[in-house]
């Protein structure tokens, strides 16, 4: 029954994916009821049987099928995986955590060709493609964990000679490591623009010197750098003066390690930008710290800066722009105003005007609390758009204490003694612990959103948890780096302060549970049209409960795609679960059970085959610590005709 009508709803619909950029661009539909053969779903196990394990060599065995690679399955050496499959012109691709690049069957998920990396991992949230020029064939572009850049041809997953080195180019250029260890690996794809290739990168998160995350451009045809844009600006650079004294020189952090988009009409990349090293103390760099947590247009041929808003003055909470910019119109008094919607971890949805950068609906500069760590200099204000609402909690009191069941509440109120709490924008206490919402996870994070634009309605999964942290100064009778205290937390190692003992997620570790009440995730609907809130639904069910407490939501990585046809799709939860919700209403329309979390944005295509599909990477694991208990790629579509 509810099959049937998720299958009613599609019927021919087109998926807008805002998450990804519209990269997979066709029409689904999905079961009207199980079948009773095994062709709905269709699964590929990611994993490789260690006999048929791809030789080491770059490009090795690229072109051979090797029956049965891929399908091997097991609890040893699982791996997590937050990729998202494309399909261009019948193929799926995608990048493994088991070192490889496959290409698929996208109606058999029979394996075509597999490319393993000679070192390192491939960007752990997928690939990209070309489709290539009277020069060169289509190629699939991706970056690896120790920062290398490569083009496989297509068809074969064979190197492109022609690029760099036989395929290959070094991120790790002098420039970019600015004479420090590190390394400028790629953990999401990079986005074409023409012939460019247009790559951020992961830097890190401390110490405070490293890798620079600056954002550059490189020729598909040769892999020549081609433009660079200075993430932090250089002596004589505008905004340079954002940085105290010398802090700019040698910072790392301020990188995109998320999803950029291209308006290719404009010829303008957004760039999601994140916060500078350390991310969660600035008292070495006084200042509003520019171009850290910002969006940055920039023009796509020559890396030129356009313009830029900051969502974050002064960042200290890691509160990256993760999730791709989404290229939408908000319709106002019968004329179509082209946007970009930009959304940071702390859930703040700012709506700008695409050319210009300047808000739709207003932005204001409200007081926020101080620090009161002795060298660390805070915003006085920071930025709240006027429309819409926060997406997610920033504030909390001891009557927000989860009630759920006895036992949480209890072990919640120990959590919670002698902590600062209150908020937005809490800094880091001094001496004692304080609760941040939402922590430094999100809120939102690199799934960031996807949209609907004959509803208007933008669509938004977030998570609802915590984050307790404090710093004193730092025991001068110990030796080696300073330590911070608590999953998530982090000091400077050379720096005068380290961690305060408690500090972590706010949650009952033994139950899994939020301390806070529900809903713990959440998915809501956002009418760009008029800024207010469509719908808000919970998202995700607590196993653990019973039946009538367990919709509670729950934390999660991945974004959703909207359809046309009036659904829209999202795994990511812990629950492990996959599902379909009404567009329109947020009605939750269907469900399925998976072998491990799904922490990844799903896709759909049109198959051969002439049925519509959707597909979801389904392996546990992830930022949340769910078990590692899958390694699957698992398409839906309807059963073919009897």
């Known amino acids: 029954m509810m099959r049937a009508l998720v299958g009613a709803l599609l019927g021919a619909a087109i998926a807008i994916s805002a998450s990804y950029h519209a990269r997979s661009k066709a029409t689904w539909t999905t079961a009207e009821s199980a079948p009773a053969s095994n062709e709905w779903p269709t699964v590929y196990h990611m994993k490789p049987p260690e006999a048929a394990a791809v030789p080491a060599e770059a490009g090795a065995d690229a072109d051979a099928p090797a029956q049965g690679r891929g399908r091997g399955r097991g609890g040893a050496g699982l791996a997590g995986s937050e990729t998202t499959p494309i399909v261009a012109d019948g193929v799926m691709y995608l990048s493994t955590p088991y070192n ?3 290409a698929l069957d996208p109606t058999t998920g029979k394996e ?3 490319f393993r990396l000679p070192s390192g991992s491939p960007s752990t949230r997928g690939v990209e493609y070309w489709p290539g020029d009277r020069e060169t064939p289509p190629q699939i ?8 850049l490569f083009s496989l041809d297509a068809k074969t997953g064979k190197p492109n000679e022609t690029f760099g080195d036989k395929g290959v180019v070094n991120l790790n250029t002098p420039e970019i490591l600015q004479g420090l260890p590190g390394s400028n690996g790629l953990s999401s794809p990079p986005i074409m623009y023409r012939h460019l290739i247009i790559t951020g990168g992961r830097t890190q998160e401390n110490p ?7 954002v550059r451009a490189w020729d598909i045809h040769t892999g020549k750098l081609v433009w660079t844009f200075h993430t932090v600006p250089r002596a004589g650079e505008k905004y340079n003066d954002t940085w105290a004294a010398q802090s700019w020189k040698n910072r790392s952090g301020v990188n995109v390690w998320g999803f950029m988009t291209v308006d290719v009409q404009r010829g303008i990349v957004y760039m999601p930008l994140g916060a500078p090293s350390v991310d969660q103390y600035g008292g070495d760099r006084a200042g509003d710290n520019l171009f850290g947590t910002s969006l ?6 020559t890396g030129k800066y356009l313009w830029h808003f900051q969502v974050v003055h002064h960042d200290i909470w890691d509160a990256d722009l993760t999730g791709a910019p989404a290229l939408i119109d908000v319709r106002q008094s019968g004329r179509a105003i082209p946007a970009v919607a930009v959304i940071n971890k702390v859930g703040l949805l700012f709506l700008l005007d695409r050319a210009s950068g300047k808000p739709i609906y207003g932005v204001e500069e409200r007081p926020v609390p101080q620090s009161e760590v002795p060298l660390e200099r805070t915003s006085k204000t920071q930025p709240f758009p006027l429309k819409p609402a926060p997406l997610a909690r920033m504030t909390m009191t001891m009557a927000d204490i989860a009630t759920v069941t006895p036992e949480l509440e209890a072990a919640c109120k120990k959590l919670i003694e002698g902590v600062q709490i209150g908020g937005p924008y809490l800094p880091v206490s001094y001496n004692r612990l304080r609760l941040q919402f939402p922590g430094n996870h999100g809120g939102v994070n690199w799934g960031g959103t996807s949209f609907n634009p004959q509803l208007g309605y933008l669509f938004v999964n977030t998570n609802e948890l915590g984050q307790l942290a404090g710093i004193r100064d730092r025991d001068p009778n110990t030796t080696g780096p300073a330590q911070a205290a608590g999953v998530g937390n982090r000091v400077d190692p050379d720096g005068p302060y380290q961690g305060i ?10 139950s899994n549970m939020m301390c806070q009440q529900p809903p713990w995730g959440q998915l809501t609907a956002v009418n760009v049209n008029t800024g207010e809130f469509a719908w808000r639904v919970p998202l995700g069910v607590t196993d653990s409960l019973p039946p009538e407490k367990q919709k509670t939501g729950r934390p999660g990585n991945g974004g ?3 359809t046309a046809g009036g659904l829209v799709f999202v795994g990511a939860t812990d629950d492990s679960r996959f599902r379909a919700f009404d567009a329109k209403t947020g009605k939750e329309l269907w469900t399925v059970k998976l072998g491990g979390a799904a922490q990844a944005t ?10 519509q599909y959707v597909v979801i990477t389904s392996t546990g694991g992830g930022f949340f610590d769910s078990p590692l208990t899958d390694d699957s790629i698992m398409a839906f579509a309807l059963p073919r005709s009897r």
């Open 501 to 510: 003992p408690g500090g972590g997620r706010f949650k009952d570790a033994a």
């Open 141 to 148: 572009v991706f970056g690896s964990s120790n920062g290398r």
């Open 296 to 301: 940055v247009a920039a023009d796509a041929n």
């Open 112 to 114: 075509m060709w597999a």
């Open 100 to 102: 490889r690049v496959v």
């Open 208 to 214: 405070p010197k490293g890798p620079a995350g600056d």
């Open 560 to 562: 959703s795609i909207a």
């Open 602 to 611: 799903p896709s759909t295509y049109l198959g051969k085959d002439g049925r």
